[in-house]
């Protein structure tokens, strides 16, 4: 496993397994009246289909989808874990490689050999390490618009999500930035169309900071899943207010009550992120989530036949 290790406090270990034991409730013997009950279950109304994609926009980070790409991991991923025990970071890490295999994404061997582009870190103050690396090491905040690096090393929750991203042609070369003059040109053989871009957006480095205090009564799946949500995508958290599909992203939401593990809406955002190929519109990549939840619904339907 490739994990790096810089000590892990006493206070995560009992955040992290604090819930376990809280949610252990004592069995109790039922009363006639409890045992008289009639209990009707039975499915809600499903959201439309434009619910869905107004939900997979409002956790997109970016504008103008008609005319850009989501960004998205091309190159193999390498996940990383820094402030946890080697057994703890490995369950992070495999946790976050199962859900990239699940969507199709390369992965690089896990030997421990490969660098990491993915980075969860597990730390005391997250805001401190972020504005420290900001001065330390300027140049890896280039790919951040000035308003995207002032709100990321002014953000006060208890996340911060730091992404590098580099455009690049439809066939994966880079395009130089634009740094005051004249705009970037790239040249390349390409017939004109309206289905897909001439660029795509390459996430080149990503790191998920979780503090630690604020992790109490969240597991490892939780966390692992969360950071899967928000690394392999430019997403940002949600209230759980508003939205008709519950999300893993809604986890530090204080009013609500957090999902176990991504979500179906979730995965089926993601699977539409990564299906087929990168230079494809973001509008039409949010709109590809009512597919992906549809192919889901019919995946779980077969299984359930062939269960029978």
């Not at 039922?30 to 439309?48: C, L, R």
């Not at 390369?106 to 805001?127: I, M, R, W, Y």
Request: with cysteine.
């Amino acid at each position: 496993m490739h994990a790096f290790r810089v000590g892990v406090s006493a206070v995560f270990a009992g955040c992290v397994f604090a819930a376990s034991a809280a949610s252990a409730q004592e069995a109790r013997t039922a009363t006639p009246a409890e045992e008289d009950k009639i209990v009707v279950t039975g499915q809600s109304e499903q959201p439309s289909s434009s619910e869905v994609s107004r939900q997979a926009r409002s956790i997109t980070q970016g504008g103008n989808f008609r005319r850009s790409a989501l960004a998205r991991f091309e190159r193999r991923l390498c996940p990383g874990v820094i402030g946890l025990t080697p057994d703890m970071a490995a369950l992070v890490i495999d946790r976050i490689r199962f859900n990239a295999a699940e969507l199709g994404l390369g992965l690089t061997e896990d030997d421990g050999s490969c660098t990491p582009n993915l980075v969860v870190a597990f730390v005391k103050d997250g805001q401190a390490e972020l504005n420290a690396l900001a001065k330390d090491h300027g140049y890896m905040f280039n790919s951040l618009e000035l308003h995207e690096k002032r709100a990321l090393l002014a953000e006060t929750g208890p996340v911060r999500v730091f992404t590098s991203t580099l455009e690049r042609t439809r066939d994966g070369m880079p395009i130089a930035r634009n740094e005051g003059g004249d705009p970037p040109v790239a040249q390349m053989w390409m017939a004109h169309s309206k289905i897909y871009l001439a660029t795509r957006e390459d996430i080149e480095f990503v790191m998920v900071m979780f503090d630690l205090e604020k992790l109490k009564g969240k597991t490892l799946v939780q966390l692992a899943d969360y950071a899967t949500m928000r690394g392999l995508a430019r997403t940002k958290p949600v209230d759980e207010d508003g939205q008709p599909l519950d999300t893993i992203l809604a986890l530090f939401d204080q009013d609500g009550a957090p999902t176990d593990e991504l979500t179906s809406f979730d995965r089926a955002y993601l699977a539409s992120v990564y299906d087929s190929i990168p230079n494809l519109p973001g509008s039409v990549r949010l709109m590809g989530v009512n597919r992906q939840l549809e192919l889901q619904a019919a995946a779980e339907e077969r299984a359930a036949r062939n269960q029978r």
